[in-house]
Protein backbone atom coordinates (compact mmCIF):
# COMPACT_ATOMS: atom_id res chain seq x y z
CA UNK A 1 0.00 0.00 0.00
CA UNK A 2 1.13 3.62 -0.85
CA UNK A 3 0.64 5.94 2.74
CA UNK A 4 1.18 8.96 0.19
CA UNK A 5 -2.16 7.89 -2.14
CA UNK A 6 -5.74 8.93 -2.12
CA UNK A 7 -8.20 8.03 -4.63
CA UNK A 8 -11.55 9.89 -5.31
CA UNK A 9 -14.39 8.01 -7.18
CA UNK A 10 -17.06 11.00 -7.95
CA UNK A 11 -15.35 13.84 -8.87
CA UNK A 12 -19.11 16.47 -9.52
CA UNK A 13 -18.99 19.86 -7.27
CA UNK A 14 -17.47 17.46 -3.97
CA UNK A 15 -15.09 15.19 -5.27
CA UNK A 16 -13.35 18.06 -7.45
CA UNK A 17 -13.90 20.19 -4.47
CA UNK A 18 -12.47 17.78 -1.80
CA UNK A 19 -9.44 17.12 -4.60
CA UNK A 20 -8.57 20.72 -4.77
CA UNK A 21 -8.60 20.83 -0.84
CA UNK A 22 -5.76 17.76 -0.65
CA UNK A 23 -3.78 18.70 -2.96
CA UNK A 24 -3.03 21.86 -1.19
CA UNK A 25 -2.66 19.65 1.83
CA UNK A 26 0.80 17.94 0.65
CA UNK A 27 -0.81 14.73 2.66
CA UNK A 28 -0.25 12.51 -0.74
CA UNK A 29 2.54 12.64 -3.72
CA UNK A 30 -0.96 10.57 -5.51
CA UNK A 31 -4.22 11.09 -6.44
CA UNK A 32 -6.58 9.72 -8.90
CA UNK A 33 -9.53 10.67 -9.77
CA UNK A 34 -12.29 8.38 -11.26
CA UNK A 35 -15.89 9.15 -12.61
CA UNK A 36 -18.41 7.56 -14.62
CA UNK A 37 -17.96 10.79 -16.59
CA UNK A 38 -14.00 9.93 -17.54
CA UNK A 39 -14.34 13.34 -19.51
CA UNK A 40 -15.04 14.88 -16.32
CA UNK A 41 -12.36 13.18 -14.17
CA UNK A 42 -9.69 14.26 -16.80
CA UNK A 43 -10.86 17.53 -16.98
CA UNK A 44 -10.64 17.94 -12.66
CA UNK A 45 -7.32 16.29 -12.79
CA UNK A 46 -5.47 18.72 -15.43
CA UNK A 47 -7.34 21.67 -13.70
CA UNK A 48 -6.07 20.79 -10.06
CA UNK A 49 -2.57 19.65 -11.41
CA UNK A 50 -2.17 23.14 -12.25
CA UNK A 51 -2.14 24.54 -9.63
CA UNK A 52 0.55 22.42 -8.43
CA UNK A 53 3.74 24.79 -9.01
CA UNK A 54 1.97 26.62 -6.54
CA UNK A 55 1.85 23.32 -3.84
CA UNK A 56 4.22 20.21 -3.15
CA UNK A 57 4.98 18.14 -6.08
CA UNK A 58 2.63 15.27 -6.50
CA UNK A 59 0.62 12.94 -9.66
CA UNK A 60 -2.68 13.71 -10.04
CA UNK A 61 -4.40 11.72 -13.04
CA UNK A 62 -7.64 10.20 -14.37
CA UNK A 63 -7.73 6.91 -13.78
CA UNK A 64 -9.64 3.56 -13.09
CA UNK A 65 -10.54 1.15 -10.14
CA UNK A 66 -7.28 -0.88 -10.64
CA UNK A 67 -5.88 2.26 -9.71
CA UNK A 68 -7.30 2.18 -5.85
CA UNK A 69 -5.56 -1.11 -5.53
CA UNK A 70 -2.63 0.62 -3.32
CA UNK A 71 -4.76 3.84 -1.99
CA UNK A 72 -4.46 4.26 1.71
CA UNK A 73 -7.70 6.29 1.63
CA UNK A 74 -10.04 5.52 -1.21
CA UNK A 75 -12.97 8.14 -1.20
CA UNK A 76 -16.69 7.58 -2.60
CA UNK A 77 -18.02 10.80 -3.37
CA UNK A 78 -20.07 9.76 -6.42
CA UNK A 79 -24.17 10.18 -6.02
CA UNK A 80 -26.70 12.12 -7.73
CA UNK A 81 -28.24 15.25 -6.23
CA UNK A 82 -32.26 15.52 -5.17
CA UNK A 83 -34.02 16.54 -8.71
CA UNK A 84 -37.24 18.52 -8.81
CA UNK A 85 -39.92 16.43 -7.52
CA UNK A 86 -38.01 13.39 -6.51
CA UNK A 87 -38.51 12.49 -2.83
CA UNK A 88 -36.20 11.94 -0.42
CA UNK A 89 -36.32 7.87 -0.48
CA UNK A 90 -36.12 7.97 -4.41
CA UNK A 91 -33.18 9.52 -4.33
CA UNK A 92 -31.67 7.35 -1.50
CA UNK A 93 -32.75 4.21 -3.85
CA UNK A 94 -30.70 5.76 -6.67
CA UNK A 95 -27.43 6.86 -4.57
CA UNK A 96 -27.49 2.88 -2.81
CA UNK A 97 -28.04 2.12 -6.96
CA UNK A 98 -25.12 3.59 -7.93
CA UNK A 99 -23.10 2.43 -4.32
CA UNK A 100 -23.91 -0.95 -5.67
CA UNK A 101 -22.30 -0.81 -8.59
CA UNK A 102 -19.00 0.90 -7.15
CA UNK A 103 -18.65 -1.48 -3.92
CA UNK A 104 -18.12 -5.05 -6.09
CA UNK A 105 -15.46 -2.71 -7.77
CA UNK A 106 -13.65 -2.09 -4.53
CA UNK A 107 -14.35 -5.89 -3.29
CA UNK A 108 -12.64 -7.53 -5.68
CA UNK A 109 -9.60 -5.59 -5.93
CA UNK A 110 -8.60 -6.84 -2.04
CA UNK A 111 -7.76 -3.13 -1.20
CA UNK A 112 -6.23 -2.54 2.19
CA UNK A 113 -6.50 1.20 2.77
CA UNK A 114 -9.45 3.04 4.32
CA UNK A 115 -13.12 3.34 2.66
CA UNK A 116 -14.27 7.18 3.48
CA UNK A 117 -18.09 7.72 2.98
CA UNK A 118 -19.56 11.46 1.68
CA UNK A 119 -22.24 10.79 -0.71
CA UNK A 120 -25.36 11.18 0.88
CA UNK A 121 -27.16 9.88 2.77
CA UNK A 122 -24.26 9.27 4.00
CA UNK A 123 -24.72 7.46 7.36
CA UNK A 124 -27.36 4.83 4.69
CA UNK A 125 -24.40 4.38 2.24
CA UNK A 126 -21.80 3.44 4.98
CA UNK A 127 -23.68 1.00 6.47
CA UNK A 128 -24.06 -0.35 2.80
CA UNK A 129 -20.29 0.13 2.34
CA UNK A 130 -19.76 -1.68 5.03
CA UNK A 131 -21.80 -4.80 4.32
CA UNK A 132 -20.57 -4.75 0.41
CA UNK A 133 -17.03 -3.58 0.46
CA UNK A 134 -15.54 -7.54 2.27
CA UNK A 135 -13.68 -4.54 4.33
CA UNK A 136 -13.14 -4.41 8.37
CA UNK A 137 -15.34 -2.12 9.77
CA UNK A 138 -12.99 -0.25 11.23
CA UNK A 139 -11.45 0.86 7.62
CA UNK A 140 -15.43 1.98 6.53
CA UNK A 141 -16.92 4.97 7.99
CA UNK A 142 -18.39 8.04 6.82
CA UNK A 143 -17.83 11.93 7.13
CA UNK A 144 -20.96 11.66 9.07
CA UNK A 145 -20.93 14.94 11.06
CA UNK A 146 -18.07 16.28 10.79
CA UNK A 147 -19.16 18.92 8.80
CA UNK A 148 -22.16 19.56 10.93
CA UNK A 149 -19.80 19.51 13.68
CA UNK A 150 -17.23 22.10 11.89
CA UNK A 151 -20.92 24.51 10.90
CA UNK A 152 -21.64 24.21 14.65
CA UNK A 153 -18.34 25.13 16.40
CA UNK A 154 -18.38 28.33 13.52
CA UNK A 155 -21.75 29.41 14.48
CA UNK A 156 -20.41 29.00 18.20
CA UNK A 157 -17.61 31.22 17.48
CA UNK A 158 -19.52 33.87 15.61
CA UNK A 159 -21.95 33.91 18.59
CA UNK A 160 -19.52 34.06 21.51
CA UNK A 161 -16.63 36.32 19.24
CA UNK A 162 -14.35 33.68 19.82
CA UNK A 163 -11.56 31.04 17.91
CA UNK A 164 -13.93 28.39 16.78
CA UNK A 165 -10.82 26.11 17.46
CA UNK A 166 -11.34 27.04 21.03
CA UNK A 167 -15.32 25.65 20.90
CA UNK A 168 -15.33 21.70 22.08
CA UNK A 169 -19.23 21.03 20.40
CA UNK A 170 -20.18 18.07 18.40
CA UNK A 171 -23.35 17.34 16.09
CA UNK A 172 -24.30 13.70 16.61
CA UNK A 173 -26.74 10.87 15.51
CA UNK A 174 -27.57 11.09 11.67
CA UNK A 175 -26.24 13.30 9.50
CA UNK A 176 -30.06 15.42 8.44
CA UNK A 177 -32.69 16.49 9.82
CA UNK A 178 -32.37 13.94 12.83
CA UNK A 179 -28.71 14.96 13.84
CA UNK A 180 -28.34 15.97 17.47
CA UNK A 181 -26.26 18.91 18.79
CA UNK A 182 -24.92 18.09 22.47
CA UNK A 183 -25.61 20.60 24.04
CA UNK A 184 -24.83 19.09 27.51
CA UNK A 185 -20.92 18.09 26.18
CA UNK A 186 -20.20 21.97 25.00
CA UNK A 187 -17.17 23.62 25.77
CA UNK A 188 -15.39 26.55 25.06
CA UNK A 189 -11.84 26.07 26.08
CA UNK A 190 -12.85 24.25 29.15
CA UNK A 191 -15.69 26.73 30.43
CA UNK A 192 -19.39 25.70 30.05
CA UNK A 193 -21.30 27.07 27.15
CA UNK A 194 -23.83 29.14 29.69
CA UNK A 195 -20.93 30.35 31.35
CA UNK A 196 -18.59 31.66 28.45
CA UNK A 197 -21.90 33.20 27.43
CA UNK A 198 -22.79 35.37 29.84
CA UNK A 199 -19.62 36.17 30.26
CA UNK A 200 -19.86 37.78 26.40
CA UNK A 201 -23.11 39.42 27.18
CA UNK A 202 -26.08 36.39 26.28
CA UNK A 203 -28.33 35.59 28.65
CA UNK A 204 -30.90 33.26 26.36
CA UNK A 205 -29.34 30.29 26.34
CA UNK A 206 -32.36 28.00 25.55
CA UNK A 207 -33.48 30.19 22.31
CA UNK A 208 -30.22 30.73 21.37
CA UNK A 209 -28.99 27.35 21.40
CA UNK A 210 -32.48 26.41 19.37
CA UNK A 211 -31.71 29.24 16.72
CA UNK A 212 -27.84 28.24 16.45
CA UNK A 213 -29.07 24.13 16.47
CA UNK A 214 -32.21 24.71 13.46
CA UNK A 215 -29.19 26.71 11.66
CA UNK A 216 -26.64 23.98 11.56
CA UNK A 217 -29.45 21.63 10.20
CA UNK A 218 -30.43 24.07 7.45
CA UNK A 219 -27.45 25.39 6.39
CA UNK A 220 -27.54 22.56 3.42
CA UNK A 221 -30.85 23.34 2.04
CA UNK A 222 -30.24 27.57 2.49
CA UNK A 223 -26.55 26.72 0.40
CA UNK A 224 -28.21 24.39 -2.03
CA UNK A 225 -31.33 26.80 -2.55
CA UNK A 226 -28.83 29.93 -3.52
CA UNK A 227 -25.96 28.22 -5.27
CA UNK A 228 -27.28 24.37 -6.10
CA UNK A 229 -25.20 22.13 -4.28
CA UNK A 230 -22.48 22.64 -0.95
CA UNK A 231 -18.87 22.06 -1.65
CA UNK A 232 -15.95 24.02 0.01
CA UNK A 233 -17.37 23.15 3.63
CA UNK A 234 -17.05 18.89 2.78
CA UNK A 235 -13.79 19.65 1.05
CA UNK A 236 -12.31 20.60 4.05
CA UNK A 237 -13.89 18.51 6.30
CA UNK A 238 -12.70 15.60 3.96
CA UNK A 239 -9.28 17.01 4.20
CA UNK A 240 -9.44 17.02 7.76
CA UNK A 241 -10.57 12.71 8.25
CA UNK A 242 -7.26 12.28 5.82
CA UNK A 243 -5.03 14.13 7.73
CA UNK A 244 -6.01 12.37 11.10
CA UNK A 245 -5.57 9.01 8.82
CA UNK A 246 -2.53 9.59 7.30
CA UNK A 247 -0.51 11.47 10.49
CA UNK A 248 -2.24 8.90 12.49
CA UNK A 249 -3.47 11.45 14.54
CA UNK A 250 -6.05 10.24 17.09
CA UNK A 251 -8.24 12.76 16.22
CA UNK A 252 -11.55 12.29 17.97
CA UNK A 253 -14.20 13.36 15.13
CA UNK A 254 -18.05 12.50 14.72
CA UNK A 255 -17.53 10.04 11.94
CA UNK A 256 -20.20 7.66 11.04
CA UNK A 257 -19.52 3.84 11.96
CA UNK A 258 -21.27 0.95 13.08
CA UNK A 259 -22.83 0.82 16.76
CA UNK A 260 -23.22 -2.03 17.97
CA UNK A 261 -24.60 -2.09 21.75
CA UNK A 262 -22.94 1.84 22.47
CA UNK A 263 -26.01 3.95 23.88
CA UNK A 264 -28.09 0.82 23.16
CA UNK A 265 -27.86 1.29 19.06
CA UNK A 266 -27.51 -2.15 17.21
CA UNK A 267 -27.34 -2.84 13.33
CA UNK A 268 -27.24 1.04 12.45
CA UNK A 269 -24.71 3.40 11.23
CA UNK A 270 -24.33 6.78 12.75
CA UNK A 271 -22.20 9.49 14.14
CA UNK A 272 -20.62 9.57 17.59
CA UNK A 273 -17.22 10.30 18.61
CA UNK A 274 -14.75 7.88 17.43
CA UNK A 275 -10.39 8.29 17.51
CA UNK A 276 -9.32 8.18 13.96
CA UNK A 277 -5.88 7.17 13.08
CA UNK A 278 -3.56 5.45 10.59
CA UNK A 279 -6.31 1.92 10.73
CA UNK A 280 -9.57 4.40 10.56
CA UNK A 281 -11.54 4.04 13.11
CA UNK A 282 -9.83 2.91 17.08
CA UNK A 283 -12.63 2.92 19.10
CA UNK A 284 -15.18 5.13 19.97
CA UNK A 285 -15.24 7.72 22.72
CA UNK A 286 -18.54 7.50 25.03
CA UNK A 287 -20.24 10.67 25.54
CA UNK A 288 -22.14 11.65 28.50
CA UNK A 289 -25.42 12.66 27.19
CA UNK A 290 -28.13 13.58 29.23
CA UNK A 291 -31.63 12.21 28.43
CA UNK A 292 -33.17 14.17 26.24
CA UNK A 293 -30.47 13.83 23.84
CA UNK A 294 -30.38 10.32 24.29
CA UNK A 295 -34.05 10.20 23.89
CA UNK A 296 -33.10 12.10 20.68
CA UNK A 297 -30.69 9.62 19.62
CA UNK A 298 -32.79 7.00 19.82
CA UNK A 299 -35.05 8.57 17.02
CA UNK A 300 -32.09 9.45 15.22
CA UNK A 301 -31.27 5.26 15.15
CA UNK A 302 -34.98 4.42 14.43
CA UNK A 303 -35.42 7.36 11.25
CA UNK A 304 -31.90 5.35 9.76
CA UNK A 305 -33.06 1.85 10.23
CA UNK A 306 -36.14 2.78 8.93
CA UNK A 307 -34.68 4.34 5.53
CA UNK A 308 -32.30 0.90 5.75
CA UNK A 309 -34.86 -1.32 5.59
CA UNK A 310 -36.74 0.60 2.68
CA UNK A 311 -34.05 1.39 0.13
CA UNK A 312 -31.53 -1.60 1.01
CA UNK A 313 -31.57 -5.50 0.90
CA UNK A 314 -28.65 -7.48 1.67
N1 LIG B 1 -21.39 14.10 3.56
C1 LIG B 1 -21.58 15.39 3.42
O1 LIG B 1 -21.45 16.15 4.41
C2 LIG B 1 -21.92 15.94 2.07
C3 LIG B 1 -21.88 17.32 1.80
C4 LIG B 1 -22.22 17.77 0.53
C5 LIG B 1 -22.64 16.85 -0.45
N2 LIG B 1 -22.67 15.52 -0.16
C6 LIG B 1 -23.10 14.50 -1.14
O2 LIG B 1 -22.03 14.21 -2.04
C7 LIG B 1 -22.60 13.62 -3.23
C8 LIG B 1 -22.01 14.29 -4.46
O3 LIG B 1 -22.46 15.64 -4.53
P1 LIG B 1 -22.01 16.55 -5.75
O4 LIG B 1 -22.55 17.90 -5.47
O5 LIG B 1 -20.55 16.36 -6.00
O6 LIG B 1 -22.83 15.87 -6.94
P2 LIG B 1 -22.47 15.95 -8.50
O7 LIG B 1 -23.71 15.55 -9.21
O8 LIG B 1 -21.81 17.25 -8.81
O9 LIG B 1 -21.36 14.81 -8.69
C9 LIG B 1 -21.61 13.45 -8.62
C10 LIG B 1 -20.59 12.77 -9.51
O10 LIG B 1 -20.71 11.36 -9.34
C11 LIG B 1 -20.49 10.77 -10.61
N3 LIG B 1 -21.04 9.42 -10.63
C12 LIG B 1 -22.35 9.06 -10.67
N4 LIG B 1 -22.43 7.72 -10.68
C13 LIG B 1 -21.18 7.24 -10.63
C14 LIG B 1 -20.64 5.94 -10.62
N5 LIG B 1 -21.41 4.84 -10.64
N6 LIG B 1 -19.29 5.81 -10.59
C15 LIG B 1 -18.48 6.89 -10.57
N7 LIG B 1 -18.95 8.16 -10.59
C16 LIG B 1 -20.28 8.32 -10.61
C17 LIG B 1 -21.16 11.73 -11.59
O11 LIG B 1 -20.68 11.54 -12.92
C18 LIG B 1 -20.77 13.07 -11.01
O12 LIG B 1 -19.56 13.57 -11.55
C19 LIG B 1 -24.12 13.81 -3.11
O13 LIG B 1 -24.68 12.58 -2.66
C20 LIG B 1 -24.25 14.88 -2.04
O14 LIG B 1 -25.48 14.83 -1.38
C21 LIG B 1 -22.30 15.05 1.06
Not at 20 to 41: C, H, P, T, W, Y
Not at 61 to 67: E, F, H, I, S, V
Request: hydrophobic share 40%; proline share 4%.
Amino acid sequence: MNVRKVAMIGCGFVGSASCFALMQSGLFSEMVLIDANREKAEGEALDISHGLPFASPMQIYAGDYDDIIDAAIIIISAGAGQKPGETRLDLVKKNVGIFQSILPEIAKRNVQGILLVVANPVDILTYVAQKMSGLPENRVFGSGTVLDTARLQYMLGQHLAVDPRNVDAMIIGEHGDSEIAAWSCVRVSGVPLNDFCEMRGHFQHEQAMHEIAENVKNSAYEIIEKKKATYYGIAMSVKRICEAIIRDEKSVLPVSSAMHGEYGLNDVTLSMPAIVGKDGIETLVPMELDEKEQTELQHSSVVLKDVIKQAYQA
